[in-house]
C-alpha cells in the first residue's frame, strides 16, 4: 500500500500503513498504533525500544515485548507531555477471549483506530 505521513510531537515521517490485528508488515518493522499523531493512524515501524505490557511508554512505537513471539503493543493514554503504558494489541470482535488470560483482561476500543482495533484492559 502507498504510505500515509504521519505528524506526532516528535517528528514528521511518512510510513506503510497497517492493521495491528495483523501481521502485514516488512521483516524487522511491526505495526503501531500512534494516538499522539495530529491524524491518528497505525503503520510500520521499528520498535524503538522493549518496553513490555504495564511498562510506561513515551513514544508509540516503545512498546514491543519478545514474550510469546515478537509482537508490538500500544502505548495506551500516550499524549504530548503525558506518559502512557504499554497494553497488547487485541480485535473487539473478540472481546476477552481476544486477549491472553495471563490475568483477567477484556478488550476495549482504541479512541480513534479503526473499527474493532482494541486494547487488552486488566479486570
Do not use: W
Amino acid at each position: 500500500p502507498a504510505e500515509i505521513c504521519v505528524s506526532n510531537p516528535i517528528k514528521l515521517a511518512c510510513r506503510r500503513p497497517c492493521d495491528v490485528r495483523n501481521l502485514d508488515c516488512q521483516a524487522g518493522t511491526y505495526c503501531f498504533f500512534d494516538s499522539s499523531a495530529a491524524v491518528p493512524a497505525a503503520y510500520c515501524a521499528v520498535p524503538t525500544e522493549s518496553r513490555d505490557e504495564d511498562s510506561a511508554c513515551t513514544t508509540p512505537t516503545a512498546c514491543f515485548s519478545m514474550l510469546r513471539g515478537a509482537h508490538s503493543l500500544h502505548c495506551l493514554g500516550l499524549a504530548l507531555g503525558q506518559t502512557g503504558i504499554c497494553r497488547a494489541y487485541c480485535d473487539t470482535a473478540a472481546g476477552t477471549a481476544g486477549c491472553f488470560q495471563d490475568r483477567p483482561r477484556t478488550c476495549l476500543p482504541i479512541p480513534a483506530a479503526s473499527t474493532g482495533t482494541g486494547y487488552c484492559n486488566p479486570l
